[in-house]
């Protein structure tokens, strides 16, 4: 890296970039020192593997790139505490990130423990001030419902989506973005992948055409990680990934995961025989308890050795030829995506 940056570089001096390392010796350890020195401009630019982890006082550190994934929370804040010392006219440094340790920031171990609050002295109740616990309990109430917002989108219709002091959404460029601009994003790309309702459910309905589409809400930016984030923002945890798009695309209500089974096996009892719906119940089982991803194709195999306690003849037996176990698995899914009719 050194080698490659004083190739391209533009300054004539030839220890503009320096390489320290414990295998530099006395000579790295000057290059540092020489660094550290506010007065000097040379070298402008260091590399290293963990030597200015920690224990290094250069002030006027502006910016820092990391390049190798970093692992340990410990570390991470070691390294941004190099860019973090004060220095005249350097009100702000620069992080460039090649190895996605920027999610380090949302990791609850980020901040630490939260600091206890200040006790304060207690105040004399004013004579008005007494309530009665009903009015305790509805001002709790009103305080939850302002941890929601509702956001008004293009089509008219309203989402509620709980309020995010933090967000780990962030744009192409590596800047962060909030939960309703990720929701605005999301709303404005869906048409690409499907123009109505009816679509959305023959496309999810399928292992083969649900896979291709949430690789392309991926290679946009709204990978699997995403939606589950903003399945919980939108309180819809215990549901399917499915409802995530539902909602945002057509502002349907979500259905849980065990709703949607419920429903599904009241039409699976009509098309399938005892020993396939025995099967499927196991599915679906599966399916409420860790979601969609075990409705995947990849997962039948699995499913079958584990009802079957590793006898993937036993399951043969019991369903068919494993082409038409495939069909099974596959042909069942649309009555869990299936719109439902009113009564």
Request: with cysteine; hydrophobic share 35%.
């Amino acid at each position: 890296m050194r080698d490659l940056i004083n190739q391209m570089k533009t300054s004539k001096d030839p220890n503009y970039c320096q390489r320290v390392t414990a295998n530099d010796g006395a000579l790295g350890e000057q290059h540092l020192r020489d660094f550290q020195d506010n007065e000097k401009t040379v070298p402008t630019i260091l590399t290293t593997s963990q030597k200015l982890s920690t224990g290094v006082d250069a002030r006027n550190i502006r910016n820092i790139v990391l390049m190798r994934p970093i692992n340990s929370m410990i570390e991470f804040k070691q390294i941004i505490g190099r860019g973090t010392r004060l220095y005249d006219g350097k009100d702000y440094f620069t992080i460039y990130d090649f190895v996605k340790a920027h999610h380090h920031f949302s990791d609850p171990e980020w901040d630490g423990e939260p600091i206890e609050p200040e006790a304060k002295e207690p105040r004399e109740p004013k004579p008005d001030a007494a309530r009665k616990p009903d009015e305790v309990r509805e001002r709790s109430e009103e305080y939850t419902r302002r941890q929601k917002i509702k956001v008004k989108l293009a089509d008219g219709k309203e989402r509620t989506i709980q309020h995010m002091v933090a967000t780990t959404f962030w744009h192409p460029d590596g800047t962060p973005m909030s939960a309703q601009q990720f929701l605005e994003m999301l709303f404005g790309k869906l048409p690409e992948f499907f123009k109505n309702e009816g679509e959305l459910r023959t496309l999810w309905s399928t292992p083969d055409t649900r896979a291709k589409l949430l690789q392309g809400l991926a290679e946009k930016g709204f990978g699997k990680d995403q939606l589950e984030e903003m399945q919980r923002i939108i309180d819809a945890e215990k549901s399917d990934l499915f409802d995530v798009l539902a909602h945002v695309a057509y502002a349907l209500p979500p259905l849980t995961r065990e709703e949607r089974a419920q429903k599904a096996k009241i039409i699976i009892s009509t098309h399938f025989n005892s020993q396939q719906q025995v099967f499927l119940d196991f599915v679906l089982s599966h399916y409420v308890s860790v979601g969609v991803e075990e409705l995947d194709q990849e997962k039948l195999t699995p499913l079958l050795r584990l009802k079957y306690h590793d006898s993937i003849a036993d399951a043969v037996a019991d369903l068919g030829k494993p082409d038409e176990i495939g069909r099974i698995f596959a042909g069942f899914q649309k009555y869990l995506y299936q719109q439902q009719v009113a009564a």
